[in-house]
């Protein structure tokens, strides 16, 4: 039997384990990609570990995130993350730069390898024919260091592309069409790899947006193979010479099999407040709008600005609607001006921010309340984008443009002009100055820490038997926006636990960081349900509860990087063997764990009782060898500093 992609990727890269799914498989990092919400604590990690110099073939740190400079903070963190490139030997891509993942594409990228970036989003260069696969910080400070990353062996999910995209329907709508059909935890535990005749229609940067949104499934990676499209991207790059096929070989076979006929799609929007929630947009076409927002990791191509600029020629936006173009990459913006499109933009009325994330992360451009704001980012979790009562929906730049005319939610085919299929300029600008090489090895350098910059804190092994109440009951879905809110008032505290953990639980229930104060010794419990923790890779997710003193998170099920987050920051993450018995677990209900240190060693399952009820609950650990010695000592940190002896 011969091998699909993700197999050979995998198995190219096997130090240790079986490619069986459910096994944990242990992978060579190649390449590292660090962004500065999550880098900042990358790089204090990298510090509390010891390491010296980046082992890997490439790490590059990106500052996309923090652009929005109130005070000192995200300057301060800036200049942290310049420092630290050049201590540890990181490329540095400064503010304004643009977006970790198409940046990473443009310069970065090279089929076959693996990529392990500190953002959910870094599955992005699957489209590239590689294994990109996002992380906790920790676990990237720790393939930074040189150590491999462990992960169970995803099920292989083949979705075969057949036929080619109607006018006015582009890739992000397959990736809708995937989530209409999957939902948000449909990917979890897989690999989704796209092949058949269809991928003839997809330029590399539209497979981008389709594997970018991987993490909206909850997938483990998405791949595609590295055939003439990703040759013709990387020789639009000058980088042609890093072009090597990867293939699926013909008589390979999937775990799971699914089909698109790209010719059958329509256009699709996903409604507030999850990515999950797809209809076809006759369902709410007429809906008024007051935000359309251009750009992100989702649809960052040059395709997918000039798309929009040709629709909006010679007209203006609705008078009503604030149209927000945030370019993905300086190089796409040089582009865009280069060849025209900025300035048809710029006349239509298009606010022009920076290139990076901006709104995508709250960080700005938060919209009115309950006012629909039509994005074509990748997630919509409530409250995301800097307003509680938000409504984000999401959808295809096409989509967007067709709304920034009419002021209302409009199918575009509706408009009465002809489809502009755009071509990919034949000589595009390259910049490869804007992004930093780190300096010769040998040289010292010292971190450079504003007052912005706050020690990690020290987390104490797993005690003998634990106690406290459960301070917040969480239904399913619960998304890591929720756990820890992004938006421009609580990022900048991203390398300052003490100070963002108060932000915990925000979106939820503001008094739980209160609540917390009297058990932040003692400890206490969150209970969840399905899936929780989904969406962005942030382990302050993590780090903040457990500051504020959470010991385990009882819950139905987890998210993959979540859940490794809980357990690198000694957070126990406990399933309920029985789903039922989440009914019978209320608020405040005071829990003892009478035997958890020894029974996570020699049992599958701790006990825990609910003291006031007298009842007691089975809930099972699944942690592996590793994972044990990490709650064991508290923390990755704890045991990697004791294996250094
Ligand atoms: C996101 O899109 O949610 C983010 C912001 O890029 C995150 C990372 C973060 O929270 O810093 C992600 O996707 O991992």
């Not at 953002?119 to 150590?147: K, P, Q, W």
């Not at 209409?180 to 449909?186: C, E, I, M, Y």
């Not at 989704?192 to 005749?197: A, K, L």
């Not at 920051?569 to 677990?585: H, M, S």
């Amino acid at each position: 039997m011969g091998l699909n992609v993700a197999q050979k990727l995998i198995q190219s890269h096997l130090v240790d384990g079986k490619m069986e799914a459910g096994e944990e498989v242990s992978l060579k990092i190649d390449q590292t990609l660090t962004q500065d919400a999550t880098g900042t604590m990358v790089m204090l990690e990298l510090e509390a570990m010891g390491v010296e110099r980046a082992q890997t073939e490439v790490s590059v740190q990106y500052v996309d995130h923090n652009l929005v400079q109130e005070d000192h903070k995200n300057p301060e963190d800036h200049l942290f993350l310049r420092s630290a490139c050049k201590k540890f030997g990181i490329w540095y891509s400064r503010a304004g730069n643009g977006v970790s993942h198409p940046v990473h594409m443009e310069r970065f990228g090279v089929p076959g390898k693996t990529l392990l970036g500190s953002d959910s989003h870094t599955c992005a260069a699957g489209s590239m024919g590689m294994l990109a696969i996002g992380a906790g910080g920790l676990e990237v400070a720790f393939a930074i260091a040189g150590e491999p990353f462990h992960v169970k062996m995803p099920r292989i999910m083949g979705v075969k592309l057949t036929g080619k995209l109607p006018d006015w329907v582009s890739a992000k709508d397959v990736v809708l069409e995937m989530l209409r059909r999957h939902d948000v935890s449909g990917g979890v535990g897989k690999i989704i790899e796209y092949y058949g005749p269809g991928l003839k229609c997809l330029s590399a940067m539209d497979r981008h947006v389709i594997a970018n949104m991987g993490a909206e499934l909850g997938a483990t990676a998405t791949v595609f193979p590295a055939d003439s499209e990703v040759r013709k991207f990387l020789k639009s790059q000058r980088r042609e010479s890093c072009w090597k096929e990867v293939i699926a070989d013909s008589k390979c076979d999937y775990d799971l099999h699914n089909e698109i006929d790209l010719s059958k799609l329509e256009p699709l929007i996903a409604l507030p407040c999850s990515p999950g929630k797809v209809v076809p947009i006759s369902e709410v076409e007429g809906l008024d709008v007051y935000q359309v927002m251009v750009g992100s990791s989702a649809n960052p191509g040059f395709r997918d600005f000039a798309v929009v600029a040709k629709i909006l020629e010679g007209l203006q936006a609705h008078d009503q609607v604030s149209l927000d173009i945030n370019p993905s990459s300086r190089q796409v913006l040089e582009n865009l001006a280069r060849f025209g499109y900025l300035e048809l933009l710029i006349r239509s009325g298009a606010r022009i921010h920076q290139a990076g994330c901006n709104g995508c992360i709250g960080m700005g451009q938060a919209p009115a309340i309950n006012r629909p704001s039509l994005r074509t980012v990748p997630r919509n979790f409530p409250g995301r984008s800097g307003t509680k009562e938000d409504a984000v929906y999401l959808c295809s730049p096409e989509i967007a443009a067709a709304a920034a005319i009419t002021g209302k939610i409009t199918d575009p085919r509706h408009l009465k002009m002809e489809y502009p299929r755009i071509k990919e300029p034949k000589n595009p600008i390259i910049n490869t100055e804007a992004v930093m090489a780190p300096p010769e090895e040998g040289q010292k350098f010292e971190l450079d820490k504003g007052e912005n910059i706050k020690p990690l804190p020290h987390f104490d092994p797993l005690s003998k038997s634990l106690e406290g109440p459960v301070l917040i009951k969480l239904q399913d879905n619960v998304s890591t926006d929720e756990i820890l809110p992004a938006g421009a008032k609580v990022l900048p505290f991203r390398s300052n636990i003490p100070a963002i953990s108060q932000f915990v639980f925000n979106q939820i229930d503001e008094n739980y960081p209160s609540r917390t104060h009297s058990f932040q010794k003692s400890g206490h419990f969150i209970v969840a349900g399905k899936n929780y923790g989904q969406g962005s890779s942030r382990e302050h997710a993590a780090i903040a509860p457990r500051f504020l003193g959470v010991q385990a998170v009882l819950a139905k099920s987890f998210a993959r990087i979540h859940r490794s987050n809980l357990i690198n920051f000694g957070i126990l993450p406990l399933v309920f063997e029985d789903e039922q018995d989440w009914e019978k677990i209320p608020l405040m209900a005071q829990l003892y764990f009478p035997d958890v240190y020894e029974e996570i060693q020699h049992k599958k399952y701790v006990t825990v009782k609910d003291q006031a009820q007298g009842k007691s609950f089975k809930l099972l650990h699944q942690l592996t060898a590793r994972e044990l010695h990490s709650i064991l000592e508290g923390g990755l940190i704890g045991s990697f500093k004791r294996r250094q002896g």
